[in-house]
Nanobody, 118 residues
Framework: VQLQASGGGLVQAGGSLRLSCAASGRTLSSYTMGWFRQAPGKEREFVASIRWTGGNTYYANSLKGRFTISRDNAKNTMYLQMNSLKPEDTAIYYC????????????WGQGTQLTVSS
């Protein structure tokens, strides 16, 4: 599956932004999709995931309440709505996909930069 992330940009602290991840190449019914981020000088970290069939969602504990993951089946697109943004949310955000029954995300998008100014 091919993934294309978009929607990043420069936002002031307290603002909101929605990232998109368009998927192509195969049906997503047997996939779990996820968002990850990597801040400068830090390791990549898990943000949220969603099971395409059923819509079960999971979040990094530190981000619950501010970030919301969702998907649009008709558009084969996943979203990450980010509210109350903080400068520490500044990172490159990646979308990824893993087939059901596997643990590793095998497909990755190219990343989209979010910068939150104070």
């Amino acid at each position: 599956v091919q993934l294309q992330a978009s929607g990043g940009g420069l936002v002031q602290a307290g603002g909101s932004l929605r990232l998109s991840c368009a998927a192509s190449g195969r049906t997503l019914s047997s996939y779990t999709m996820g968002w990850f981020r990597q801040a400068p000088g830090k390791e990549r970290e898990f943000v949220a995931s969603i099971r395409w069939t059923g819509g079960n969602t999971y979040y990094a504990n530190s981000l619950k309440g501010r970030f919301t993951i969702s998907r649009d089946n008709a558009k084969n697109t996943m979203y990450l709505q980010m509210n109350s943004l903080k400068p520490e949310d500044t990172a490159i955000y990646y979308c990824a996909a893993r087939a059901s029954g596997t643990f590793n995300y095998s497909s990755w998008g190219q990343g989209t930069q979010l910068t939150v100014s104070s």
